[in-house]
């Protein structure tokens, strides 16, 4: 089975820094997809970012990238220039194979103007 | 882009009553999954279909119950309602063919236990 780990409850920053959201997994499977999404106050989640592991390159959307560490299990976000929109719940999120996502415990974020 | 849709958005139902949550997936996606959140938790897997056929199955209670059908739309039932279900319940889709593993969330149902 899969576990997915999310160490850092709350987490704050100032508008406009950098910020970023740590996460690891444990897992027996060498193909397999890491998945970072964001629920807002709204509470609908909302896909930020996606990695597939048999890519080396680390995943980048827009103001979002990840540093995915393969052989350390290790998936963070990172945040550049944040905004106040970015204020939210962020999960991170294992699957494989079609399979179920299986969702770490969160980080709460707080983007402070 | 059409999304997932989910209905009812809202349910108030009183202990031991029976309830049932609609999906309607993105057109052409032919994966339905369910997830069960609670306050303050993250999202827990309960079940899922491929095809109209389940495909697997996670920590979802006997008295909780769910079909794909024809069209592809899937229903949660659920009875002998008790406090500790009320969450938000999530369907999502998926299309197994665009080999990504994306899931599309839709809104989600909140579920009030009286």
């Known amino acids: 089975a899969q576990t997915v780990t999310q160490s850092q409850p709350e987490m704050s920053v100032q508008e406009a820094e950098t910020v970023t959201l740590s996460c690891t997994y444990d897992?027996?499977?060498?193909?397999?997809?890491l998945f970072w999404y964001k629920q807002p106050p709204s509470r609908q989640m909302i896909l930020v970012i996606r990695q597939e592991a048999y890519k080396q390159q680390n995943a980048t959307e827009n103001r979002f990238s990840v540093n995915f560490q393969k052989a350390a299990k290790s998936f963070s976000l990172k945040i550049s220039d944040s905004q106040l929109g970015d204020t939210a719940m962020y999960f991170c999120?294992?699957?494989?194979?079609?399979?179920?996502?299986?969702f770490g415990g969160g980080t709460r974020l707080m983007v402070k103007p | 882009a059409a999304g997932v849709i989910q209905s009812p958005r809202h349910l108030i139902k009183e202990k031991r009553e029976t309830a049932t949550l609609k999906c309607y997936p993105i057109?052409?996606?032919?994966?339905v999954y369910w997830y069960q959140q609670g306050p303050g938790q993250d999202p827990q897997f309960l079940i899922s279909?491929?095809?109209?056929?389940?495909?697997d199955k996670g920590s979802i209670p006997d008295r909780f119950s769910a079909q794909q059908f024809s069209d592809y739309h899937s229903e949660l039932n659920m009875s002998s309602l008790e406090l500790g279900d009320s969450a938000l319940y999530f369907c999502?889709?998926?299309?197994?063919?665009?080999?990504?593993?994306?899931?599309?969330f839709g809104p989600g149902t909140r579920l009030t236990v009286t």
């Open positions: 999502a889709s998926s299309l197994v063919a665009d080999r990504t593993d994306e899931q599309y």
């Open positions: 999120a294992f699957s494989n194979a079609g399979n179920m996502l299986t």
């Open positions: 897992t027996s499977e060498s193909n397999y997809y």
């Open positions: 279909f491929y095809e109209k056929m389940q495909s």
């Open positions: 057109p052409r996606h032919d994966t």
